[in-house]
């Protein structure tokens, strides 16, 4: 994952590379605001010159040794998608599909307590909409499951059924609350990256490539210290801290290294236009957004045959991509006591955060 993000440093050298070629000197001064107000008259434009400069004037918070902040959305996102993952080994999909819904109500609530932000009784009706979207989809896998294929990793499907003499209900509690906690890593890592950015002027891309050298610092030294206290022990072989079984496997199953190449590369861009989403708009819209993902990994398993088609499902789907709409502003309330004036609601995509030179 960290490796993917810092490859997004490849497309920053070769955008240099491409400025160099064409002449233009780059300008290292972030995004810059657009003025979209026409002024007839040719003497206010270099006041408004003035003032649009006036909107990065500030102190940027990621600058020099401080650029290390990145470090802790990485740390966040570390502690949640191993949670997640460690998780899902207990749980069905469908319960993985439901827990993880709760991630839009820890970015909203942390938004409103952390950042100050002020969300109106739509939104918050939004917010557990979408959550709902998310459980009736999940439910709908639950009541008519599908029939998963065999282990071809090379270990007994019994095996990998059981982790240390559990019983099913204890393995479902213990999964749904490593999920669970996971949401919350995952929304402080929302919350914190929009903090930083709101703050500094520095290029989501750039902001993705940061994260990836310190992600991968902390997995890397993470990973050397559990091996050398775990994995290399007799208990802990061929365990989940083994580096030397993990790689094995990974360069001997074609299947497994070839989807570690392509999530390598599809990680990058997908943190990318994550960090754009929170920098031009908001955390919270970013995961209601983020939630939506779930309705495209549908479409694409039916299309494979990993998945089959259930109305249920179509009727979650339909109530997640409304309330996202609801949210971001896209779509008015039904009712007429939760509408508010336009002019109290923040734009979708407001011109001072974040526009491209």
Not at 237 to 255: H, L, P
Request: net charge negative; aromatic share 10%; glycine share 10%.
């Amino acid at each position: 994952m960290f490796i993917g993000e810092m490859g997004c440093w490849l497309v920053v050298g070769l955008m240099a590379l491409w400025r160099r070629f064409k002449g233009s000197a780059p300008e290292d001064r972030g995004y810059q605001a657009v003025d979209t107000e026409e002024n007839g008259d040719a003497e206010a434009a270099p006041q408004a010159d003035d003032r649009t400069k006036l909107l990065h004037t500030g102190p940027s918070i990621l600058r020099g040794y401080r650029v290390a902040l990145l470090a802790l959305p990485a740390i966040c996102d570390i502690c949640g998608t191993t949670l997640m993952n460690a998780g899902l080994l207990m749980v069905a999909a469908s319960i993985y599909q439901m827990t993880r819904g709760a991630l839009v109500l820890f970015v909203g609530l942390f938004s409103v307590v952390f950042l100050k932000r002020h969300l109106h009784l739509f939104q918050w009706l939004s917010l557990v909409g979408v959550v709902l979207g998310v459980a009736v989809v999940g439910l709908a896998g639950a009541i008519w499951p599908d029939e998963k294929p065999e282990n071809s990793i090379g270990q007994p499907e019994e095996d990998s059924a059981t982790d240390g003499g559990l019983s099913d209900a204890a393995r479902a509690i213990v999964g749904v609350l490593l999920i669970a906690g996971a949401q919350i890593f995952t929304a402080t890592q929302f919350v914190l990256e929009e903090y930083l950015l709101e703050r500094s002027t520095i290029d989501p891309i750039r902001v993705v490539g940061w994260e990836g050298i310190f992600g991968f610092s902390v997995t890397l030294l993470a990973m050397f210290v559990l091996h050398a206290t775990i994995g290399s022990t007799e208990a802990g072989k061929y365990g989940y801290f083994d580096i030397v079984e993990g790689w094995r496997q990974m360069t001997e199953n074609k299947q497994v290294l070839i989807s570690s190449f392509l999530i390598m590369i599809s990680i990058g861009g997908f943190n990318f236009f994550g960090l754009s989403v929170t920098r031009s708009v908001s955390a919270t819209s970013r995961s209601t957004i983020d939630t939506c993902r779930t309705l495209f990994i549908w479409i694409v398993s039916l299309g494979l045959g990993w998945e089959t088609f259930k109305w249920l499902q179509i009727v979650g789907f339909a109530l997640l991509v409304y309330f996202t709409f609801l949210f971001n502003g896209i779509v008015q309330p039904p009712l007429e006591f939760l509408r508010v004036p336009d002019e109290e609601i923040e734009e979708l995509l407001p011109e001072e955060p974040i526009e491209h030179r």
